[in-house]
C-alpha cells in the first residue's frame, strides 16, 4: 500500500492517482498530482518512490514510471526517482542532510499512534476496561470482531504498523505498548491517550485540508473528464495503452497502490 507519508492514507483514496497505463513492453506509468503547486517537495518524492517501489514488486512489470505533474519541482522529482537517485542528489536545494529516513521514522510514528488510539477507544466502547486492554495480548485482540466498518478497516493497518515495528510477531505479545515498545501503565492510560487524541485531530485536519484543496483545483478539470465517454479501460478515452493490456491487467497493478 502506498500512502501520504503525513496522513497514513492511500494515495488512491486521497485521489492523487490520476491515471495508470501499462505499455507495450510490461512498462507502467503512474501519474499523479498534489493539492498544491506547493506541497512539500520531500513528500512528494517519498510518495513517488513508494509508487515505483510497489509498482516493481509485481513479477510481470517491467519498470514503474511515477510522473508527477503540476508541481512546483515535478521534473527533478521524476528524473531523480527514474534514475534512483536519493533525495539529496535529486533535490539539492530542498535536501538537509540528503536523507528522508528522519522524517519517514517521524510519520511512521505517527500513523502508529493515529491506528493504535482509534483502536483502544473501540475496545472502551466494547467494554473493555483499560487494565484489560494495557494487558491484552495479540492472540486476543486478533479475535474481537468490530461492527464498525471503519474500525474493521483500520484495524489490519494497526496489526501492519505493530509488525514493521517488529513489536507484534508473537501470538502472546502485548497488543498495546508505545511506539518505542514500553508497557502502557494502566494509570498512565488517559494522559496517553491525549496526546493520541493531538497526533490523531492533527493528521485529520491536515487530511481534510488535502482532499478540499485537491478538489478545489481540479474540479474543472474531473468535471470536464467526467462527463466524458469512457474508454474501453474505464478510464480516460484517449488511446492510452491499457486499453490494449484489458481491465484485468488494469486492476492488478493499481492495485499495488492500495
Known amino acids: 500500500m502506498v500512502t501520504d507519508p503525513e496522513l497514513d492514507e492511500p494515495v488512491t483514496e486521497l485521489g492523487f492517482v490520476e491515471q495508470v497505463s501499462v505499455d507495450h513492453d510490461d512498462g507502467v506509468e503512474i501519474v499523479f498530482r498534489l493539492p498544491t503547486y506547493w506541497c512539500s517537495a520531500n513528500f512528494a518524492f517519498l510518495m513517488a518512490d513508494d509508487m515505483r517501489r510497489a509498482v516493481s514488486s509485481l513479477p510481470w512489470v517491467r519498470e514503474a514510471r511515477p510522473q508527477l505533474r503540476d508541481h512546483m519541482v515535478a521534473e527533478e522529482i521524476n528524473k531523480g526517482v527514474r534514475e534512483g537517485m536519493s533525495f539529496g542528489e535529486a533535490l539539492k536545494d530542498f535536501a538537509s542532510g540528503g536523507s528522508l529516513d528522519e522524517l519517514r521514522e517521524k510519520f511512521r510514528r505517527k500513523a502508529f499512534e493515529r491506528r493504535q488510539e482509534t483502536m483502544i477507544l473501540a475496545l472502551r466502547g466494547l467494554g473493555y476496561e ?37 513489536l507484534g510477531n508473537l501470538a502472546g505479545d502485548r497488543a498495546f505498548v508505545t511506539y518505542d515498545g514500553c508497557t502502557i501503565k494502566r494509570h498512565e492510560m488517559v494522559s496517553y491517550l491525549q496526546r493520541l487524541r493531538g497526533v490523531r485531530i492533527n493528521m485529520e485536519f491536515n487530511s481534510s485540508l488535502c482532499r478540499g484543496l485537491l478538489a478545489v483545483r481540479y474540479r474543472d478539470v474531473d468535471g470536464d473528464r467526467s462527463s466524458q465517454t469512457p474508454g474501453p479501460c474505464g478510464g480516460c478515452d484517449s488511446g492510452c495503452a491499457a486499453q490494449s493490456v484489458g481491465p484485468a491487467v488494469l486492476k492488478a497493478h493499481s492495485a499495488a497502490l492500495v
Do not use: G, H, W
Open 130 to 166: 483499560d487494565p484489560a486492554i494495557c494487558r491484552m495480548d495479540l492472540s486476543t485482540f486478533d479475535a474481537i470482531n468490530f461492527d464498525s466498518e471503519e474500525i474493521a478497516r483500520q484495524k489490519p493497518r494497526y496489526r501492519e504498523l505493530l509488525v514493521e515495528r517488529n
